[in-house]
């Protein structure tokens, strides 16, 4: 069935999302729609799907102009989903998240047989081995994501969204991913596959549009390089190479001594890990998400308390210190989720810039705030590391993505430190910010800051790093230099331990 | 909602829309909708249960004007009283005895000020304490228990009652803190498990035989003797030294909220308490400290309750309520310092003049449906906006139409 | 590819068994307390339990036990189990739910034989009337907790229950003696307890208000207004508008079941609106599991989002579930007034809605399960009663204190586990 928007508008208040789209996608076609985030990607969908009402434009669907009131209006005309972050049940089964919306009943009983029996059926077309009395929650993000594909094709989806899919996928489960698209392309289905990887999109689509700041910039074919994509993507030549000099490593600082983290429920999530920082360089953390690396970082924090082994700063033994000793000891610490763990958006900058310091000097005399000195600092800041702002006193909430990491940096190394551990640290930052990010990081190095990076964006990794630790279920599977080639990198994330 | 970061700006919306909403988000203005709403459904219920509205409702056909007469006297007598109580008695022979109403409804402002700026101090730090009751019950208990329990002089005895009282108050608030930090025990289950776990406990400490039975055949405690109660501050006027307390402690609550390095961390805690806990904020210490602080200030009030305007032995209804009224009493005050001084003094008014009501043979619980309607409609500013015709996401019903 | 390759699909990460010692520290706790009093302040006195009421068709005859003997028997038990439950933990094996059952039972046991043993009035303890007792109490507590399950369940705290039952009450009350129908009264309980839920759910489905904040003023208003319509109408003219005991539900056994000992008089001898609970209870259990309503209200309970993106109108389920608690709460108010035949009262449900609010948590949001707490709430209130009229050397207030102990221990996860809804308590808010 073919799929047809045309002139889609969404705005939010005075961000305009979408602007004016128009988008095909032919039966039998994987059509990618390629953008950086917040690039109103997913917008895009979530008004295909009935989750939003676009203001203006129209949806036609084998050329009869549809109006999705919700995601069940669209389900029933043939739409199917996978979304970025999967639409299941955690405490359900296989089953029950299937029939979720469209019950088989005998009377008002649910006929759980019947839907065991279209998991299986399904799964058999596609070869994959899913238990329909197995809870969400026990299975892993990969087959997790095959239920949701499952989901969508009980409902005999024609036109299958996929949002973001491989941001959770190790290389080997993408591309495993890519041949289950080209099958159910090959059945007929229209594919839309939202990315912003180019890598991906020049592998499987057939039809590539690129959008832009909420409008179409352009189309282009499968066969266009990367670097055209990518000047499509962001408007300009994207350069994440970053100058610095060799880097010239000290004393170890940060040493993290065969480390075991379990989570609550008692994963081993981070697996007799050992690793050392020295003073003076950045060892990037290679990984997909959902490997242990937020659960190591937290825990050289003291947020999490390991199950065994020791985290050692210069020598001394922090493996049980609560976050403030661990503070106080040098450690700047920039979360991987600024607004969850990082900022307070109700706070001012200036408040925000004396998180962590909200003990005694220089911003407590006598449990009372110094308000003047603390507005004299957060001035001088917020002029230092170039947050965009009318006003130190205004609202961090106010803020666009790239300025409010900028404050959280600003902070973070605005301290006397010996170790940072910088998570993510342009996750959803605009480009001109990502550059001036990972100059300051460059600079801490230089100045004798032992750096930990953590990134799931394996372009960064590459770009900041002067080694690269991969890490795949709990381990670090190897230690490589900087300079080591994506391609190894890959399969290093996949799991396979590098022949040293 | 928020999570849209404003980086493009497609334009400004017309001037005359954001004006509007300005008003209509403007505190101000809810506040007065509320208040006036609530007073308009209070008059109905008023007027509907009035016999002699019901009398004349009887031949409204034949002489409409009467039923007319009949609503308008049953509401304007039902608040005449009210003001005469609460405000300004203009039946007194003298100004001096007129305004004893008003300072009637300072004393009884006195105990929900103080029970309110506990509770708004767990909202400011994210908790919720619904233990207001049980607090109240155990200040009450133990500083009653100084009061004629212990033989001190004047002016230390009552204060070393409401140190006491709030020791204990902070003990059950730090109870839930606790339970809270260290078990992830939610403490609005808590806490009202420990009102009645504080009541029964009164309950047994009033029986015969307990240790605050007093003499008589009923369950009381003894008379406190006169050397522990609060002072009054005026002779012939009701309102007691307590009343100063209770802005001293206002005062006290506003720096420690907006101006302190432990109120910066228990906002930071109320607001994220993940990114709190990242910058190295300690959040089960915070959240302990805040529930202890608000239980000592709840704790005080039970013992102004006991020793400020009960001042005779008292049982365990002592609470009389305020527990639960002070709840609104901070909503009101949006959690701000001042902003809870003076919604303690409206519904101080609103008790002193339900009195009056009472003595004029008018239900006096509209009072407290006039209360729970006012924090009602204060709580949903989109409803107010609704009633005003626009839709909640701010829209004009008209433009979707 | 390689054929070295992990195979991400099958490897998952290693996973360890994490040791709990909450539940056999709770059993040494209570193993302690036993053996302080049954073995410790035991008495020599010997208790009688009187299992059959005097006009019961099938009598037994009363067990005699000698309280300091049975008494250490029951603590040198409990001490045993305990030691079976640190053997569990130190192996990584969690406590099976009976042992806990058996283990409750025991120190139940144990605890009446010492209490009546060391009565000063009589040393004998009617179980019959105790049991038959028990069931009246707990029917509003059950109806509550059916009403905290549901709002629960579909992701709204339900505070006001407290409300949603005086309200019934009332309606109830006022309807039946206005109609002289027991009937019409419980319509209007139903529709009473709605109108609460309609005005909890308003305000937090559609205006987002915090739902706890919401029903604790709720609750409050309903105090007010019944309050206020109890002195302004009812009190002058009780004949007219609150004489309940001409329009009541009668009791009536049900022939043969009602002879069991014990459990006829507790569960068979019932009014009407008893008989409803068991119904009730039994209902929403296998419906909640079983059938399409209760798979949705699950599901926007746990994961509203997702549930949208497969076409359910999450705040439409929410908005319609909340009103069916309500209605459930407003029968179980119904059943101070028109099942007893009691005229109404000021605050007459004296916190039975929180106690039905601690029986859902202690329930573990399940319906049964809740169902069984408000009995076990419903005996120990009754239990006091009855200990107090024997000269029971436990105060009767700590047997109140009971429910809401017990209460407290559950959510600090030192008794059960309990894991509310994952979306409980948070309004549901589109982009």
């Known amino acids: 069935m073919r799929l047809e928007l045309r002139g889609i508008t969404k705005t939010f208040g005075t961000l305009v999302a979408n602007d004016r789209i128009d988008l095909t996608v032919e039966p039998g076609e994987i059509h990618a729609l390629l953008g950086e985030n917040g690039a109103g990607k997913s917008t895009l969908m979530n008004v295909l799907y009935g989750l939003l009402q676009a203001d203006e434009g129209q949806i036609l669907l084998g050329g009869q102009e549809q109006h999705f009131k919700g995601p069940g209006d669209a389900m029933r005309a043939g739409i199917g989903m996978v979304h970025q972050h999967f639409m299941l049940i955690p405490v359900f089964t296989v089953a029950e998240n299937l029939m979720l919306g469209n019950e088989p009943t005998r009377g008002p009983v649910l006929d759980l047989a019947s839907a065991r029996r279209r998991v299986l059926e399904i799964s058999a077309r596609f070869g994959f081995q899913i238990d329909p009395d197995a809870r969400i929650e026990d299975l892993p993000v990969g087959v997790q994501q095959r239920v949701e594909i499952i989901k969508a094709l009980s409902r005999d989806a024609r036109v299958l969204v996929f949002d973001e899919p491989t941001a959770v996928l190790t290389p080997q489960e993408t591309d495993e991913l890519m041949s289950i698209m080209r099958q159910l392309r090959d059945a007929g289905t229209a594919i839309v596959f939202i990315t912003h990887k180019l890598r991906e999109v020049r592998e499987v689509a057939d039809r590539i549009t690129v959008i832009r700041l909420g409008q179409v910039v352009g189309e282009a074919s499968p066969t266009a390089t990367n670097a055209e994509l990518a000047t499509l993507m962001v408007g300009r030549e994207v350069d994440l190479v970053v100058d610095k000099a060799p880097a010239a490593p000290g004393a170890d600082t940060l040493v993290l001594d065969r480390l075991t983290i379990a989570d609550p429920l008692g994963h081993l999530v981070v697996n007799d890990l050992s690793l050392t920082v020295r003073a003076g360089e950045i060892v990037g953390i290679a990984g997909v998400q959902g490997n242990g690396q937020t659960e190591l970082a937290e825990a050289i924090l003291g947020l999490v308390r390991p199950l065994s082994g020791r985290i050692l700063l210069s020598g001394e033994d922090v493996t049980k210190s609560p976050p403030r000793r661990v503070l106080d000891a040098g450690v700047g610490f920039i979360p991987e989720d600024r607004t969850e763990d990082g900022l307070i958006k109700s706070f001012t900058i200036a408040e925000n810039l004396m998180l962590d310091r909200s003990n005694g000097a220089p911003f407590v005399r006598f449990g009372s705030i110094r308000q003047a000195e603390l507005a004299r600092f957060a001035a001088e800041k917020v002029e230092e590391f170039d947050v965009r702002t009318p006003s130190p006193s205004e609202q961090v909430g106010r803020l666009s993505g790239g300025n409010q990491q900028k404050v959280v940096v600003a902070r973070e190394l605005s301290r006397d430190l010996k170790v940072l551990v910088a998570s993510q640290p342009t996750r959803g930052v605009d480009v001109g910010s990502i550059e001036f990010i990972h100059k300051q990081i460059v600079a801490a190095r230089d100045a004798g800051v032992a750096v930990l990076v953590v990134s799931t964006e394996l372009e960064e990794i590459q770009a900041l790093s002067d080694r690269i630790a991969v890490m795949y279920h709990g381990r670090i599977v190897g230690v490589v230099p900087g300079d080591t080639p994506r391609e190894r990198l890959g399969l290093m994330m996949a799991g396979e331990a590098v022949a040293a | 909602m928020s999570a849209v970061p404003p980086v493009i700006d497609a334009g400004q919306p017309s001037r005359m829309n954001a004006a509007l909403q300005r008003i209509l988000n403007g505190n101000w203005l809810v506040g007065i909708v509320a208040v006036v709403l609530s007073i308009l459904v209070g008059s109905v219920l008023i007027a509907v249960t009035d016999s002699g509205v019901q009398a004349a409702a009887g031949y409204f056909f034949a002489r409409p004007l009467d039923t007319i007469a009949a609503i308008w006297e049953s509401i304007a007598g039902a608040y005449a009283a009210f003001f005469r109580g609460g405000i300004f008695d203009y039946r007194a022979a003298t100004f001096a005895e007129g305004i004893e109403s008003f300072a009637e409804s300072l004393h009884r402002s006195t105990p929900l000020i103080i029970a309110a700026l506990g509770i708004g101090l767990t909202f400011r730090a994210g908790l919720f304490n619904i233990g207001g009751r049980g607090q109240i019950l155990f200040g009450a208990a133990f500083g009653g228990w100084i009061a004629f329990g212990t033989d001190l002089p004047y002016v230390i005895h009552p204060i070393v009652a409401v140190l006491v009282g709030a020791v204990a108050g902070a003990f059950l608030g730090a109870v839930a803190g606790a339970l809270k930090a260290f078990t992830g025990a939610h403490e609005v289950i808590v806490t009202i498990m420990l009102n009645f776990i504080a009541l029964n406990l009164l309950v047994w400490a009033l029986n015969p035989g307990g240790p605050l039975r007093g003499q008589g055949s009923s369950p009381l405690t003894p008379p406190p003797p006169e050397s522990s109660l609060f002072p009054f501050l005026f002779p012939g006027y009701s309102v007691t030294a307590g009343f100063l307390l209770a802005i001293a402690l206002t005062a006290g609550v506003w720096w420690l909220l907006e101006r302190s390095s432990l109120g910066f961390k228990l906002r930071a805690v109320g607001e994220n308490p993940a990114a709190a806990r990242t910058a190295g904020i300690d959040t089960k210490a915070i959240t302990i400290i805040a529930m202890a602080l608000s239980g000592a200030l709840v704790g005080i009030a039970g013992v102004e309750l006991a020793l400020g305007e009960t001042r005779r032995p008292f049982g365990s209804s002592i609470d009389n309520g305020v527990g639960f009224e002070a709840i609104t009493v901070a909503l009101l005050g949006r959690s701000r310092a001042w902003g809870m001084l003076a919604a303690g003094i409206l519904f101080g008014i609103f008790r002193a003049g339900a009195v009056q009501m009472r003595i004029a043979g008018y239900s006096d619980d509209i009072v407290t449906v006039v209360q729970a309607l006012i924090v009602l409609f204060l709580a949903a500013p989109p409803l107010i906006r609704e009633l005003w015709g626009v839709r909640p996401d701010g829209r004009r019903k008209a433009a979707k139409a | ?367 049964l399960k809740a169902a069984l707490a408000a009995l076990l709430f419903g005996f120990t209130s009754n239990l006091g009663s009855q200990l107090s009229l024997i000269g029971s050397p436990v105060p009767s207030v700590f047997m109140l204190m009971l429910p809401y102990v017990v209460t407290v221990l559950a959510v600090a996860g030192l008794v059960g586990r309990s894991r509310p809804p994952a979306a409980d308590g948070q309004p549901y808010i589109k982009s």
């Open chain 3, 1 to 367: 590819m390689s054929t070295d390759l992990v195979n991400p699909m099958t490897t998952s990460i290693q996973r360890v068994r994490l040791v709990s010692w909450k539940a056999p520290i709770g059993y040494a706790v209570i193993a302690a307390l036993s053996l302080l009093l049954f073995v410790g302040l035991a008495s020599d006195g010997v208790a009688t339990f009187v299992l059959t009421e005097a006009d019961a068709a099938i009598q037994l005859a009363p067990v005699d036990v000698g309280a300091r003997a049975f008494g250490t028997i029951v603590a040198v038990l409990l001490v045993l189990l305990t030691g079976v439950a640190f053997v569990l933990a130190t192996r990584r094996r969690p406590v099976p739910v009976w042992l806990t059952l058996v283990f409750g039972l025991l120190f139940v046991v144990g605890f009446l034989t010492w209490a009546a043993g060391a009565a000063t009035q009589t040393n004998t303890l009617q179980v019959a009337g105790l049991l038959a007792g028990t069931f009246g109490v707990a029917v509003p507590l059950i109806y509550g907790s059916l009403a905290g399950v549901i709002g629960e369940r579909a992701g709204v705290v339900n505070i006001a229950i407290e409300g949603q039952l005086l309200f019934g009450a009332f309606g109830a009350a006022l309807v039946a003696t206005m109609t002289g129908s027991p009937w019409a009264g419980l319509v209007a309980a139903a529709v009473a307890g709605v109108l609460v839920a309609f005005v909890l759910a308003a305000f937090s489905i559609r205006y987002f208000v915090d739902q706890i904040i919401t029903g604790v003023v709720l609750n409050l208003l309903v105090a007010g207004l019944t309050s206020f319509f109890y002195s302004a109408l009812m009190t002058g003219n009780p004949d007219q508008f609150n004489d309940p005991r001409l329009a009541q539900f009668s009791r009536f056994p049900i022939p043969g079941l009602s002879e069991i000992p014990l459990l006829g008089p507790m569960f068979f001898e019932q009014t009407l609106i008893g008989y409803l609970a068991i119904v009730a209870v039994l209902v929403t259990w296998f419906a909640l599991y079983r059938t399409k309503w209760g798979l949705r209200l699950r599901s926007v309970g746990e994961h509203p989002t997702a549930a949208d993106t497969v076409g359910i109108n999450v705040n439409r389920t929410r908005f319609w579930n909340v009103a069916l608690g309500g209605a459930i709460a407003g029968i179980g108010g119904a059943s101070y007034t028109i099942g007893t035949g009691v005229a109404f009262g000021e605050n007459m449900t004296g916190g039975a809605g929180y106690i039905a609010l601690a029986a859902v948590i202690f329930g573990q949001w399940d319906p």
